[in-house]
């Protein structure tokens, strides 16, 4: 798996020390089912500075924290990777498989 990816596995094994977990669905997706903790920065591309912007200034209250984007399959976070070179140069990592990623692990562990 490459760096940008956080495995969901590890999330459902780590309680102490999880990472900030952002999901970047809209706010109805987000209160059908999120992961306890989540915070909700919905993406919208034509509004994309003002979202670089919240989570850049999530990272820096949380500096000693990992932070992982999600969505619900993996490929839009991914996809807001890409497109933001500063997330990615401020350590911001993309959930596996997204929200269903995580469902799958919880369900297997």
Do not use: Q, W
């Not at 109805?28 to 670089?52: H, L, S, T, V």
């Amino acid at each position: 798996m490459n760096t940008i990816f956080y495995s969901p596995k590890d999330l459902v094994r780590k309680k102490k020390c999880a990472p900030v977990l952002i999901d970047i669905r809209s706010e109805g997706e987000f209160f059908r089912g999120r992961i306890p903790g989540a915070f909700n920065i919905p993406y919208e591309p034509e509004c994309a500075d003002k979202f670089e912007k919240e989570v850049v200034a999530l990272t820096r209250k949380y500096r000693d924290r990992n932070f992982v984007l999600y969505c619900s399959g993996g490929s839009n976070s991914l996809m807001v990777l890409r497109v933001h070179e500063k997330l990615k140069n401020a350590g911001v990592k993309t959930l596996y498989l997204g929200y269903n990623g995580y469902l799958d692990a919880i369900n297997n562990h």
